[in-house]
């Protein structure tokens, strides 16, 4: 197959040949610069403690093709991702596809097997280029720190910030969109330029939504609503001691009362 080439037409096909898997799933959507794999991560740990089991696709791999594929957050075995493999190329039938198409098909495919599971998956280079994104509906696209990245795949005159929050943003589903943290208000401005047509929830970072993260594991979250606050257990019990202080010295109780020791 083709190396990258930046179209759905291909993917779209193969999939309704597999009977379009994608339709079938309910997928949270990470776009951006920075962040994603941090972002799923996040994500990922927050739904196992709720007991939500997810089907997670991201890109690059690190050491083996396998990390891309995750399926009841366990990472595909050799012999499984052999036959997903082996049955995209069979229904292909030696079509036209990318190395990226393939393996998003065959992803797309193997959640069949886990239809009740919650779906992450990253898409990057140009949103509206990426066979991620042929999907119709999901229940949230995530917009993670946005910079000039795939500079070489725009034309010259046109490598722009700009350009690339517009491919990035411009054909989000309009379903939820949370906007993170970005490195600028102009880049913030950029994208509610963009997204100001898409008739999804939008939550922004310091608008929506806020939390502070700081030493010792202390963190606090808000948001219209909920707030919550974390603190890890040596400051808890720190603040607990020097709460008891303070009662005591309001109260005037544990200052001596003699000499006794």
């Known amino acids: 197959p083709r190396e990258i080439d930046l179209s759905l037409d291909r993917i779209k096909n193969l999939c309704e040949k597999l009977g379009n ?26 739904l196992r403690e709720a007991n939500i089991r997810c089907n997670i696709y991201t890109s690059p791999h690190v050491k083996s093709i396998n990390e891309r594929f995750v399926y009841n957050d366990e990472m595909i075995s050799d012999n499984d ?37 919650l779906v992450i998956a990253e898409f990057g280079l140009f949103g509206r280029g990426d066979a991620v994104n042929i999907l119709k509906k999901n229940l949230c696209n995530i917009v993670t720190s946005c910079s000039e990245d795939h500079l070489d795949w725009l034309p010259e005159n046109d490598r722009t910030i700009e350009r690339i929050i517009f491919e990035k943003t411009s054909f989000l589903l309009n ?15 950029c994208i509610k330029k963009n997204i100001s047509n898409n008739a999804a929830n939008k939550y922004f970072f310091n608008e929506n ?23 890890s257990e040596p400051t808890r019990l720190l603040s607990r001691a020097y709460a008891g202080l303070c009662v005591k010295k309001k109260t005037g109780g544990g200052g001596g009362g003699g000499g006794g020791g």
Do not use: M, W
């Not at 036959?83 to 393939?102: G, R, W």
């Not at 010792?216 to 808000?222: T, V």
């Open 21 to 46: 898997p994608q339709d079938e799933i309910k997928c949270i959507q990470v776009c951006g610069t920075n962040g994603k794999g941090s972002t799923i991560s996040f994500l990922r740990s927050i």
């Open 81 to 117: 991702l052999s036959d997903l493999l082996s049955k995209i190329e069979e229904v292909n039938n030696n079509q036209p596809l990318t190395y990226f198409e393939a393996l998003t098909a065959a992803f797309f495919y193997g959640c069949k097997k886990y239809k009740e599971n």
């Open 175 to 189: 379903s939820n969109i949370v906007v993170a943290k970005q490195n600028s208000n102009e880049i913030v401005e």
């Open 209 to 231: 939504y806020n939390f502070v993260l700081k030493e010792n594991n202390f963190f606090y979250y808000e948001d219209k609503y909920l707030s919550l606050i974390h603190i």
